[in-house]
Nanobody, 126 residues
């Protein structure tokens, strides 16, 4: 079993920055694909939206088009942790952000992951 716990969410003004962290416990995920997803308010009945994914060694990284150039995914395998650095945040980035893990290469769809965190709220508003 893998337990994922996100942190770092909060309220930020448009144009601001936040860095999310997701710490894994229960076993090492150093050889696993890791990803970030989000769910915007009012879209709770829809699929989680892919944000970014990273392979076990960081050699393959994927982003949703809307966040390219603003978000950076990274990982520290020694700490069993994945990060999402978010810059130039926009109101449309407001969502609950979830991290996810898979023993396979990272996917860009929610059903490609086996374990999920509880989510952390990010609100971008003035």
């Amino acid at each position: 079993q893998v337990h994922l716990e996100e942190s770092g969410g909060g309220l930020v003004q448009p144009g601001g920055s936040l860095t999310l962290s997701c710490a894994a416990s229960g076993r090492s995920v150093s050889r696993w694909g890791l990803g970030w997803f989000r769910q915007a308010p009012g879209k709770e009945g829809e699929e989680h939206e892919f944000v970014a994914g990273i392979s076990y060694n960081g050699g393959n990284i994927y982003y949703q088009e809307a966040v390219k150039g603003r978000f950076t995914i990274s990982r520290d395998n020694d700490k069993n942790t994945v990060y999402l650095q978010m810059r130039n945040l926009k109101p449309e980035d407001t969502a609950v952000y979830y991290c996810a893990a898979t023993p396979r290469p990272p996917a860009t769809t929610w059903y490609g992951y086996d374990y999920w965190g509880q989510g952390t709220q990010v609100t971008v508003s003035s």
